[in-house]
């Protein structure tokens, strides 16, 4: 067995990205990459909510992209474990709630038309964090309303690589390498090892180490924890244009409305 050296937490991820390297993160993910998914997961709201879908929770919302535009429709409510990611959202979103919370144990005491639980839910490096981040989505989705995952891989679907990325903005620069990796088959995760090349204003480029530990469980496994949450589960294909998203999928949880139908 592979000795990660991982501190003792539920993801065992250092997560500079989301903390102090938060200021980054726009460079690392342009708000404008967002568009096209984002209107893909409008377009599933909408067909699957059995009503105008018109509230929408944000779980794990990070730096607030996809509501940027999911918000033209929908009232958006935007939960993160992380001040620093709900701090460059507010920016971005002054308008919407923002809410410091763990999503695994979020108790708001309403519910919600939709609720999205984007890459996020792959920081679910356990099956009870999985179980337990699904059955949040449940609490909060309104009778007739849709829940929707989007895991980063299933086992299914991954595949050990690397990619590269980033983007300039406003007299700085970020560029990044992500090594994908499982280190021992037994177990239901994989690591994303990440460089980050950081270019200031001044010229000056720093390089920075960060590691993420991710679950990765197979379809069936989903599916059921889904259903074992109180959700009608339904798999769609991830429709993008992108040929580095071919074979995704996304994951619906279909709640039933007041009088049991769906």
Known sequence: MVNLNLPPSSTGSSLRLYRDLAQWYPLLTPVADYAEEAAFYRHLFETHCQQSPQTLL?????????????????????????????????RLNPECEHIQAEMRSLTLGRVFDCVLIHDAISYMASRDDLFRAVSTAYAHTAPGGVAMFQPDYITETFVP????????????????????????????????????????????????????????FPRTLWLEIIENAGFKPLVVPFEHSADIHAGFEVFLGLKSDRNGGL
């Open 58 to 90: 944000d779980l794990g919302s990070g730096g607030g992209h996809n509501v940027f535009f999911l918000k033209t429709t929908m009232a958006c409510t935007l939960v993160d474990i992380e001040p620093a990611m709900l701090a460059i959202s507010r």
């Open 161 to 216: 690589g690397t990619e590269t990325g980033g983007s300039d903005g406003n007299g700085r620069g970020l560029r990044y390498l992500e090594w994908r990796w499982i280190p021992d088959l037994k177990t239901d995760m994989y690591v994303s090892d990440m460089a980050y090349l950081l270019r200031n204003d001044a010229g000056a480029v720093e390089v920075v180490y960060d590691r993420h530990v991710m679950g990765l």
